[in-house]
């Protein structure tokens, strides 16, 4: 468990590839490249680190059913799903997951999706 584990605290090896795994099944890899001491002229508000250097092109997460809508829920372990983890709009999420007196069809986690702008 990484709660309350600071930046700070952590072994960096440059250079080694790092996952971020959070969500179930949500996996982010990420690398630090380089590093060095600060700088005089170097921004002194620490709250601003660690710099990015690097963002890939945003596209919005759109439903894993319609592919119209914009995401609006997260599972993971869905025995429903195709994915894992999987996208759904409010709209799809509900008619898959859920019978029509509001009864669960199987078993999965879901999380609200926000979708960055």
């Known amino acids: 468990d990484m709660e309350g584990v600071c930046f ?25 490249r380089d590093m060095r001491a600060a700088m005089e002229d170097d921004n002194p508000n620490v709250s601003e680190y660690p710099l990015l250097t690097f963002k890939g092109k945003y596209r919005r997460r759109r439903c894993s059913i319609c592919h119209v809508f914009t995401a609006k829920w997260l599972t993971c372990n869905d025995q429903l799903a195709f994915e894992h983890p999987s996208y759904f709009c409010d ?27």
Do not use: W
């Open 91 to 117: 709209k799809c999420f509900m008619a898959l997951h859920y019978s029509e007196d509001d009864k669960k069809l199987c078993t999965f986690q879901a999380y609200p999706h926000v979708d960055k702008v």
């Open 8 to 32: 700070e605290d952590l072994t960096i090896r440059l250079g080694y590839p790092y996952l971020f795994h959070h969500h179930g099944n949500c996996e982010h890899v990420f690398m630090i």
